[in-house]
T-cell receptor, first 112, second 114 residues
Framework: AQSVTQLGSHVSVSEGALVLLRCNYSSSVPPYLFWYVQYPNQGLQLLLK??????LVKGINGFEAEFKKSETSFHLTKPSAHMSDAAEYFCAVSGGYQKVTFGIGTKLQVIP | ETGVTQTPRHLVMGMTNKKSLKCEQH?????MYWYKQSAKKPLELMFVYNFKEQTENNSVPSRFSPECPNSSHLFLHLHTLQPEDSALYLC?????????????FGNGTRLTVT
């Protein structure tokens, strides 16, 4: 069984501030972890993924995430928020053949 | 055209209507999926096709009927829907069925059942 918990359904940050979106997971097998972003009126788009190897994963648009097995976490960060980062972000875990479980999503608001 | 294309973008239908959603992927992928996205709920996997064969039916009511004529096209046939079926329906594809293969999504069909 696997699950994803995203802490905070809404997060607000000022433009230029650090973005931190939290994700904790549970999985009975070594997990593959993903972050997706959804802009208004669009589908989900892959930001980054962790499979094996380096625990710090870099993605598109300046985002990165760190896999911490001991904390079962995969938090998403960006050093400096931009207005164009306003969107909904989904953490997902895959523990088997396309058995992907998504979190409920975190809406990021960027305040000018 | 590239990526995953879904039509129509918006659909309003009565509970007695029959309609179909269409999805086409231009990525050469072998697996295709239907997801349902409702407000304040995680994405729900509905159906999975791998090399045109249905490999997953996630306890979806029979009023939803998928069809995958080839690995590039996926349909979702709808009939006698209920108001609670109103949602965003997302089509996705992946290179293969491996767990580390990311999903590529279309922009979805916003369905409203009246």
């Amino acid at each position: 069984a696997q699950s994803v918990t995203q802490l905070g359904s809404h997060v607000s940050v000022s433009e230029g501030a650090l973005v931190l979106l939290r994700c904790n997971y549970s999985s009975s097998v070594p997990p593959y972890l993903f972050w997706y972003v959804q802009y208004p009126n669009q589908g989900l788009q892959l930001l980054l993924k962790y499979t094996t190897g380096a625990t710090l994963v870099k993605g598109i648009n300046g985002f990165e995430a760190e896999f911490k097995k001991s904390e079962t976490s995969f938090h998403l960060t960006k050093p400096s928020a931009h207005m164009s980062d306003a969107a909904e972000y989904f953490c997902a875990v895959s523990g088997g053949y396309q058995k992907v479980t998504f979190g409920i999503g975190t809406k990021l608001q960027v305040i000018p | 055209e590239t990526g995953v294309t879904q039509t129509p973008r918006h659909l309003v239908m009565g509970m007695t209507n029959k309609k179909s959603l269409k999805c086409e992927q231009h990525l050469g992928h072998n697996a295709m999926y239907w997801y349902k996205q409702s407000a304040k709920k995680p994405l729900e996997l509905m159906f999975v096709y791998n090399f045109k064969e249905q490999t997953e039916n996630n306890s979806v009511p029979s009023r939803f009927s998928p069809e995958c004529p080839n690995s590039s096209h996926l349909f979702l046939h709808l009939h006698t829907l209920q108001p609670e079926d109103s949602a965003l329906y997302l089509c996705a594809s992946s290179q293969d069925w491996d767990p580390d293969s990311p999903l590529h999504f279309g922009n979805g069909t916003r369905l409203t059942v009246t």
